[in-house]
């Protein structure tokens, strides 16, 4: 089956700590997203890649980084540096040209107490 | 210039009603304008999209409205069900694709009672 695999569904921190969410796509795309999802504000970009080895800063990067070392990767680091990183987090991924649509993986819910 | 701004915030509709989503934007130069449908606890799914050399697209109960001169568009679900009942987003970007960025609206929890 094609599609994106984000792990785990959901993930418990301490605040303080660093923390990896895992975003895997086998769907042969270049591009790739990271969202941030809270109640009531819709979805928010973090990072995005067009490229293996190049990524650009969203609307709100601030306390994440990045990287996209292989095309079908590209992982998400919340730093403790995020003032607020509990939420629901969506990578997605699209092909260029026209008629190619961003698709979305399940979702990883972090919790930070 | 990069805001989507959608309405209502939330919505409840009779089985068989016409839901309907409105969103606004800025940025003229944005020419891309997909809606998604999300479900609790998963992803957001593509359910229709419109480029604005048309007014309107339809699929099957889903009709996107395309008003250009008034920078609005809105998404009408003919028939609503229950099986309807998920949050809605609108979005757009520039370059006709999704392959840039896509600027998301608030959203819209859409509540179809039987």
């Known amino acids: 089956d094609g599609g994106i695999t984000q792990s785990p569904k959901y993930l418990f921190r301490k605040e303080g700590q660093n923390v990896t969410l895992s975003c895997e796509q086998n769907?042969?795309?270049?591009?790739m997203y990271w969202y941030r999802q809270d109640p009531g504000q819709g979805l928010r970009l973090i990072y995005y890649?067009?490229?293996?080895?190049?990524?650009q800063k969203g609307d709100i990067a601030e306390g994440y980084s990045v990287s996209r070392e292989k095309k079908e990767s590209f992982p998400l680091t919340v730093t403790s540096a995020q003032k607020n990183p509990t939420a629901f987090y969506l990578c997605?991924?699209?092909?260029?040209?026209?008629?190619?649509?961003?698709?979305f993986g399940p979702g990883t819910r972090l919790t930070v107490t | 210039q990069q805001q989507v701004k959608q309405s209502p915030q939330s919505l409840i509709v009779q089985k068989g009603g016409i839901s309907i989503i409105n969103c606004a934007y800025e940025n003229t130069a944005f020419d891309y304008f997909p809606w998604y449908q999300q479900f609790p606890g998963k992803g957001p799914a593509l359910l229709i999209a419109?480029?604005?050399?048309?007014s309107e697209k339809k699929e099957g109960r889903f009709t996107i409205s395309f008003n250009k001169s008034a920078k609005q568009f809105s998404l009408h679900i003919m028939d609503s069900q229950p099986g309807d009942s998920a949050t809605y987003f609108c979005a757009a970007s520039i370059g006709g694709t999704s392959y840039g960025k896509l600027t998301f609206g608030q959203g819209t929890i859409l509540t179809v009672h039987p």
């Open positions: 419109i480029r604005p050399d048309v």
């Open positions: 769907l042969n795309h270049d591009a």
């Open positions: 997605a991924s699209t092909n260029t040209g026209a008629g190619y649509e961003q698709y």
């Open positions: 890649s067009q490229i293996v080895n190049d990524f």
